[in-house]
């Protein structure tokens, strides 16, 4: 499975857009790219995913680089609610079994 | 969407004794099921895949026999932790990959177990 790094924490004043990096440089080329979020005390929730495109979708935006190896998770406008741990998640075609990383904490600042 | 429901919420138990924690998928059925475990301050460790009708699939380093799973209906998965000890406090968390396509996993909200 491919690896993933993503800074440990992340800040961000309410209102404003937040991009959060992630690196997965070891990706195989059928390899979706996952994204999903974990607040506070709860089981994590799906945000979006990715082969090759960008994606949108009411919650996020996804940037895929054209090499694939780095992807961005775009949120367009913070809120408080966005406060959480996010995890970007490789995971191979036909696989279902997702391997979360260490993930980003984003602190949404009022 | 799609609901996944826990339950209990959270248990308390003495060191020793069996815990069965519920997992359902509430309006959709769905064939294959995650346990994953998550201690304070750490990320989600999958556990195993629980396959309806079969048996499940375990992770290297879970111990089969400590932490069985039942997948007995398409809606329906269990896992009990045997012989529960302190360093088996944690937070379990299943998760439901629905059938028909779906590109998402639904996951529940979580059983915190605590053991004395």
């Known amino acids: 499975d491919a690896k993933t790094t993503q800074p440990n924490s992340m800040e961000s004043n309410e209102e404003e857009p937040v991009h959060l990096p992630c690196n997965h440089s070891?990706?195989?080329?059928?390899?979706?790219i996952h994204w999903y979020r974990q607040l506070p005390s709860q089981g994590p929730e799906y945000v979006i995913h990715g082969l090759t495109s960008n994606v949108n979708n009411r919650m996020a935006s996804l940037a895929i680089a054209e090499d694939r190896k780095s992807s961005t998770l775009i949120l367009h406008r913070a809120t408080l609610r966005d406060a959480a741990v996010y995890y970007c998640i490789p995971t191979k075609t036909g696989a279902n079994n997702l391997f979360f990383g260490t993930g980003t904490r984003l602190t949404v600042i009022p | 969407g799609a609901v996944v429901s826990q339950h209990p919420s959270r248990v308390i138990c003495k060191s020793g004794t069996s815990v069965k924690i519920e997992c359902r998928s509430l309006?959709?059925?769905?064939?294959?099921m995650f346990w994953y475990r998550q201690f304070p301050k750490q990320s989600l460790m999958l556990m195993a895949t629980?396959?309806?009708?079969?048996?499940?699939?375990?992770e290297q380093g879970v111990e089969k026999d400590k932490f069985l799973i039942n997948h007995a209906s398409l809606t329906l998965s269990t896992l009990t932790v045997t012989s529960a000890h302190p360093e088996d406090s944690s937070f379990y968390i299943c998760?439901?990959?629905?059938?028909?396509?779906?590109?998402?996993?639904?996951f529940g909200p979580g059983t915190r177990l605590t053991v004395l």
């Open positions: 629980s396959n309806e009708g079969s048996k499940a699939t375990y």
């Open positions: 070891t990706i195989s080329g059928t390899d979706y």
């Open positions: 998760s439901a990959d629905p059938e028909g396509g779906y590109n998402e996993q639904f």
């Open positions: 309006d959709f059925q769905a064939t294959t």
